[in-house]
């Protein structure tokens, strides 16, 4: 296989910014990934096709998606014509902080100011209207850049998931379904990824579960797309690249990081993933990605230089 791209991810780039909205108007597909984040998905125009699990659909105009943190999803809009659609990224903080009340689940279902938020929801008529012109005020805030609140995307966003939880949500596409049996496994997903240096087994992650084997096993596969094993593998890989290209960190160091012990085992899998070494692909991809890095950081540089998040203390009026 060839090498990824090494770029900052979403989840890197999140941890650094409290936001992120983007726009997503290209024809390309992403492999299945996961994120510890919550990620919106509104089409405002065209289609992308996307899949949760093992649940694949069209997103036609109208149509929203919630992704939460630990659910395993891919994107594909190579088939898909005029796509437009917005996507924005927040955890749980970016909200709490400025007063509303959200949690993503862990065991439990997504809520917002005490209403439950659908994974999947159609909007028509007024409500997509509000949806609509709520997608086009973050996106426009967002490209604002310095001059940017992100108290005022907080306030859109709030709005946006009021419309969102006003009416219950169907579940045609099997959204729902897929929910509620993520929200069996978030725990273990999280802690997996929290401890790639230790060792884990199928009985031991069983127990940190309380289910059986059987039972376990049926539930992993049906969210992530992977068994246990798989899972562990793909997220040491992927911790792996990043620290290849974003750390000066050496091939040993990075095996016992990630938990591979053994770097000859890291240089075979790693090898068998992307057709490189490690060594080779930090050879091939550190400098592009650093180029990346640095303009990513130079665009942001006044966000990390400064106290303060834009918006806070009435540094930009607020729309009332």
Not at 189 to 200: E, F, P, S, T
Request: aromatic share 12%; hydrophobic share 35%.
């Amino acid at each position: 296989m060839s090498g990824r791209p090494a770029t900052r991810s979403s989840n890197e780039m999140l941890a650094l910014l409290p936001v992120l909205v983007e726009v997503y108007n290209r024809r390309s597909s992403d492999p299945p990934h996961w994120h510890d984040y919550t990620q919106i998905w509104y089409v405002l125009r065209g289609s992308l096709r996307h899949t949760f699990g093992d649940v694949e659909y069209i997103q036609r105009e109208g149509d929203c998606a919630v992704i939460l943190p630990y659910t395993l999803h891919s994107i594909d809009s190579r088939d898909c014509e005029d796509t437009y659609a917005l996507s924005i990224s927040y955890t749980d903080r970016f909200l709490t902080d400025r007063g509303y009340d959200i949690f993503s689940y862990s065991k439990h279902r997504a809520r917002f100011e005490g209403l439950s938020i659908p994974a999947h929801e159609v909007f028509t008529g007024a409500r997509k209207t509000i949806a609509d012109s709520l997608a086009i005020a973050m996106i426009d805030e967002f490209s604002k850049h310095r001059a940017m609140s992100f108290d005022l995307i907080a306030e859109h966003l709030a709005a946006f998931l009021r419309n969102l939880c006003r009416e219950p949500a169907g579940s045609a596409h099997g959204m729902d379904t897929v929910a509620e049996r993520a929200a069996v496994i978030t725990d273990t997903l999280q802690y997996i990824a929290n401890n790639l240096n230790k060792k884990h087994s199928l009985d031991s992650l069983c127990r940190r579960a309380c289910m059986s084997r059987s039972a376990f096993t049926k539930n992993f596969k049906a969210v992530t797309g992977m068994t246990s094993k798989e899972f562990l593998l793909s997220e040491r890989l992927q911790r792996t690249y990043s620290l290849l290209v974003f750390s000066d960190k050496t091939i040993d160091e990075i095996a016992r990081e990630v938990g591979f012990y053994d770097s000859s085992y890291l240089n075979n899998a790693f090898r068998e993933k992307y057709g490189e070494t490690p060594t080779q692909y930090r050879q091939k991809h550190r400098a592009e990605a650093q180029r990346g890095d640095a303009v990513f950081r130079s665009r942001w540089a006044w966000f990390f230089d400064e106290e303060e998040e834009p918006g806070r203390d009435n540094e930009i009026p607020q729309k009332k």
